[in-house]
C-alpha cells in the first residue's frame, strides 16, 4: 500500500510541479532568437457564433479596431444553426466588410468553422469565439511568427477579467501557470496546448476534421506538429473573456473539454506526432497526464487512510509521516470546501487555489463517464459568461 502511496503522490507532483520546472530548465538553455521582421499576411478572422446576440456587437466592434491592416484582414461570422438575432447583427456590419457563413442546420462548431473555411480568402486563418475579445495590438504579434517557415500556427494568451470573486481568482492564476508552462514549450520545441479563441493557422495546413471531433484546437495543433511543423506561443497577443456563470457552468465547460482530452487520448496511435518524439512527451505529460490527476489524488488519499488506520491498529510500523501526510490531505480538501464559497481578498485567495483544483479535477472526471458512456457530441454547448 506505501508502494501505490508513494507513486501516486510523486504522479502528481511530476504532472503540476515536475514538468513544468523541467521545460523551464531545458528552455533556459534552448534559446530561440526572434522571427525576422516580415510583412503581414493576409488573414481571415473567423467567429464562431452560435446564437450570440449578447455580445456580438461588442465583439465585432472589437475586431474592428484591431491595429492591423484593414486591407489584409477579412472578417467572417460562422453562424450555422443559430435561432436568434445572430445572422440580422452580422448584417448590420456588412457594410464594413464583415461577411457572414451561415447553414440552418446545426451540426456543430467544427462544421460551421469548416463552412467559414471554404469561403476564406486569407493565407492565414484566424480562429476565435464571440465571447472573447483582443487588446489591439494582438494580431500584430500572434502573426509575427509566421515569418518563420517552420512555423504552422500560432496561439496567443487567455486572460479572464477579475470580478473580484473566487471562481476569476482562480482562474486568472489558472491561465498564469499555464501561460508559463506554454511560453517554456514553445521556447524548447512546440507548444502542445492552444487556446481556441486565439488561434492562428496556415490556410494550408488547416486539416480535414472528421466528425464527431470535440476539441477542435487540440485535433488542429497535433494536425500540424505532424506535418513537421511548430507551434508558436505569443503571450503578447492577449484575448480576454469573462469568466463562467458559475462554479457549474465551469464545471460543465471543463467536463467537455476533458471528455475531448479522453477522446484525443483514445485514438493517439493515429493523432499524436510519433515523427516528434519530444513533443510526444510534451503533450503526454501536458495533456494526458492530467487525465489521470483525479485517480492518482483518490489513490493518494485512500491508500494514506488504510496506512493509518494500520498504523493506529498496531497492524503496521508505519512512522509518523503517514499522520502528517494524512492531516495535510484534509487540510487542503478541507480548504477546497472553505474556498469554493468564502469571499477571501488579497493574500488570502491563495485558498482559492485548493477550490479550484478539486473543481476542475471533478470535471475531469465527469469527462472521463461521458467519453466512456459516449454521450458527449460535437455540437456547441454554450456556457454562460458574465
Known sequence: MAVIFWISLFFLIYVYLGYPLLMAVLAHFHRRGKSPSAELPEISLIIAAYN????????????????????????????????????????????????LSYSPERRGKLAAMAHAVESAAGEVLVFSDANNFFLPCSFQYLLQPFSDERVGAST?????????????NSEGLYWKYESWIKKNESQLNSCTAAAGEILAVRKTLFPHIPAGVINDDFYILLSIIRA???????????????????????????????????????????????????AVWQIISHKYFRLFIPFAMLLTLLSNLILAVAAWSGASQAGM???????????????????????FKGPLKILYLPAFLVSSNLATLLGFFKHVRKNQDASWERVNRR
Open 52 to 99: 450570440e446576440e449578447l455580445v456580438l456587437r461588442e465583439k465585432l466592434a472589437n475586431a474592428l479596431e484591431l491595429n492591423y491592416p484593414r486591407e489584409k484582414m477579412e472578417i467572417i461570422v460562422a453562424a450555422d444553426g443559430s435561432t436568434d438575432d445572430t445572422c440580422d447583427i452580422v448584417r448590420e456590419f456588412a457594410p464594413q466588410g464583415v461577411k
Open 156 to 168: 496567443g494568451a487567455k486572460h479572464v477579467r477579475s470580478e473580484e470573486d473566487s471562481l476569476s
Open 228 to 278: 513537421g511543423y511548430r507551434i508558436a506561443y505569443v503571450p503578447q497577443a492577449e484575448s480576454w473573456e469573462r469568466v463562467s456563470q458559475n462554479q457549474l457552468d465551469e464545471v460543465k465547460r471543463r467536463t467537455r473539454i476533458t471528455a475531448g482530452r479522453f477522446q484525443a487520448l483514445a485514438n493517439s496511435w493515429r493523432w499524436l506526432p510519433w515523427n516528434n518524439p519530444t
Open 321 to 343: 509521516w503517514v499522520n502528517w501526510m494524512l492531516a495535510a490531505q484534509i487540510c487542503f480538501y478541507a480548504l477546497a470546501g472553505l474556498g469554493r464559497y468564502s469571499a
